[in-house]
T-cell receptor, first 116, second 113 residues
């Protein structure tokens, strides 16, 4: 059965530091896609970054990067030089399956607080 | 760029009432979704639609109906509101269902009295 687990409920860091949020997943498929989304205090959810399972290179977008460890079924989100506005809830999600039968499975989220 | 508009932002209903939430997108996306988010929890899929007039049940479809009469709009009906139904309902869209990312609306917060 597919599953996405975010073990960290909340993290608090100081501004300008680097933070890593953990996510492990379970799937029977050999091909799948992993996503991280951010939900701000206003409730808005935005897409941050994505990793395709067949790609060995870790994805990077701005100050977001991923630590993809396929043998461990792990996809960590790394935020470098954190800013106050990075305070939000971060969701990890996985899509496996093919076409219209594919499902997007969500983790429960990690709340990040960036302190000045 | 595009936008997803959900109306209303806040919806207050009585227990047992039938309530409708609306969602419009101008991305010209094929697929649209309705998710429910309870406080402190993740997102649970209620319904999705891969094209106009298509409806697919998610994990939480019982107690809900959906309608996709146009490509740009997707509505969700709570058939009989329950007090334990207080949550935020999020609409999203994507180009199609497989690898594409989702774009979300700002949500409708439902309160049942």
């Amino acid at each position: 059965a597919q599953k996405v687990t975010q073990t960290q409920t909340s993290i608090s860091v100081m501004e300008k530091t680097t933070v890593t949020m953990d996510c492990v997943y379970e799937t029977q498929d050999s091909s799948y896609f992993l996503f991280w989304y951010k939900q701000t205090a206003s409730g808005e959810i935005v897409f941050l970054i994505r990793q395709d399972s067949y790609k060995k290179e870790n994805a990077t977008v701005g100050h977001y990067s991923l630590n993809f460890q396929k043998p461990k079924s792990s996809i960590g989100l790394i935020i470098t030089a954190t800013q106050i506005e990075d305070s939000a809830v971060y969701f990890c999600a996985m899509r496996d399956g093919v076409g219209d039968n594919s499902k997007l499975i969500w983790g429960l989220g990690t709340s990040l607080v960036v302190n000045p | 760029g595009g936008i997803i508009t959900q109306t209303p932002k806040f919806l207050i209903g009585q227990e047992g009432q039938k309530l409708t939430l609306k969602c419009q997108q101008n991305f010209n996306h094929d697929t649209m979704y309705w998710y429910r988010q309870d406080s402190g929890k993740g997102l649970r899929l209620i319904y999705y639609s891969i094209t106009e007039n298509d409806l697919q049940k998610g994990d939480l479809s019982e107690g809900y109906d959906a309608s996709r009469e146009k490509k740009s709009s997707f509505s969700l009906t709570v058939t009989s509101a329950q007090k334990n139904e207080m949550a935020v309902f999020l609409c999203a869209s994507s180009i199609e269902t497989s690898a594409e990312t989702l774009y979300f609306g700002s949500g409708t917060r439902l309160t049942v009295l």
